[in-house]
């Protein structure tokens, strides 16, 4: 009697008979497994990457409306506040025992389609982001002078500027503003290295430098008669009225809660704290339609190289006939005929997704300092976690199920060759 060793051993001789289709076919299913197990991975890591967006602020406060709006505007430069906070608010909440350090930021301008942002120099140490990673300078320096200006890495690579170069803001935040700021030009001073976060695409400038430009400016234009020039702007001491939003760092964030409720209850004016990690996990859930879209197409992907495995041990049924009758004479019963099958799926399936695995490392290995420097996502080469082998043990149990449709059709032909009286 034959025994499950025999037959897998049958099952591998008669595989690497068959070397070059079996090869392809394992190839194909490594290439699914790999699209399964990369697709999951980015879904995973990009997840991870989009909540460390801004990591190390414990409260984005601004006017009050949406977390999720507030969130757009003051983290991902998208649409505009409802309103603005009166400086005098934003200094009295900064002032408060438990805020360690606060950095203000003034939106509302633009240059060439990016967003200019009036902030501190204090934002280039305290903004974190991928775990706690702090922004670089891939040339230059922060702003010192009134009118310098920082520039993301793609705002710089876009629009090809140099250190040293000067450049325009406008008023508003069309692709061409409304109105450019043409007698206070800014210098570049620095860009910052790419970083994958709406920090490449800001224009950074001073919070005072944001003041300086609107001078003789109201309601969104220039003042008649009225000029005031670089020089006597510099000579000026400049405190903003207003601010769009601001961050917080507390000195425990075992309070953040309590800081929550007293800036939410703040009378001066209507604000809104939020935590950036509790939004930032309400704006991913409103793209759960997305993720399942990429789960799904990654699940097709697989089920087109199990289809195909399918297809290699069907249309081999006729072909192998002869190899059949030989392993009856040597006294294999159709059982054996049938488990020998059945073991081919599994080894093609385990093969291919053993080298699914191996690819998606090496993959990874060779594309992660491109993605990481271009889209700032960053892909730790670790080890499979649970769903990961739990779907690798979905595919080989599903390649063995499907293997059990040849071995059907292979255990009948073996009755039917021996039953067959042959003269």
Known sequence: MMTLGAILGLSVKSLLNRRLTVGLTVLALAISVLLMLGVEKLRTDAKLGFANTISGTDLIVGARSGSIQLLLYSVFRIGNATNNISWKSYREIAARPDVAWTVPISLGDSHRGFRVMGTTKEFFSRYRYADGRALAFAEGRPFDDLFDTVLGAEVAESLGYKLGQQIVVAHGIGGAGFSRHEDKPFTVTGILARTGTPADRTVHVGL???????????????????????????????????????????????????????????????????LPGVALQELWGLMGTAETALGVISLFVVAGGLAGMLTMLLAGLNERRREMAILRAVGAGPRHVFAMFVAEALVITTAGAVLGLILLQLGVLAVRPWIESRFGL?????????????????????????GALPAALAYRHALADGMTVRT
């Open 208 to 274: 005072a430098a944001i003041e300086a430009i609107h001078l003789d400016w109201k309601g969104g234009s220039r003042v008649p008669g009225m000029s005031v020039g670089a020089e006597r702007a510099r000579a000026m001491r400049l405190q903003p009225k207003s601010i769009t939003a601001f961050m917080v760092g507390l000195k425990s964030r075992l309070g953040a809660f309590r800081a929550l409720r007293a800036i939410n209850e703040y009378r001066r004016e209507p604000l809104l704290a939020i």
């Open 378 to 402: 960053v892909l730790p080469l670790d080890w499979p976690g649970a769903r990961d082998w739990a779907l690798l043990g979905l595919v080989v149990a599903a390649g063995t199920l499907a």
